[in-house]
């Protein structure tokens, strides 16, 4: 049996959207077997596991395929963002707190 790592991914520095964040991913552990090609310095392995991501649309979803394929599962479970409504407009608005700095 090996373990899994179920979790939600966290979006990337490079953009401000959640889309890819929605679906729960199983990723299977690190393989210590790497070895390096010596011609081109090419990493290979014989277990291609590590190369794979699966998506699920529910954490229930992710749990029975692991105990359908017996795999053993750590779950990370998902922080929650709270999201201030902002608008551009209350940036002239007359009753801010703090002056106008530009």
Known sequence: MTKVLIKKPCRTNM???LNK???????????????KDVLM????SKDTS?????NFS?????????????HDFSVIDETKRNIKPKSYASNFANNRR???TH
């Open 41 to 44: 310095g090419w990493n290979s």
């Open 58 to 70: 529910s954490l229930e979803d992710a749990k029975k395929w692991c105990i359908k394929n017996k």
């Open 15 to 17: 953009q401000s959207g």
């Open 21 to 35: 964040t929605k679906n729960w991913v199983i990723e299977f552990p690190f393989d210590p077997s790497i070895t």
């Open 50 to 54: 590590k190369q794979l991501s699966l």
């Open 98 to 100: 703090t002056s106008w």
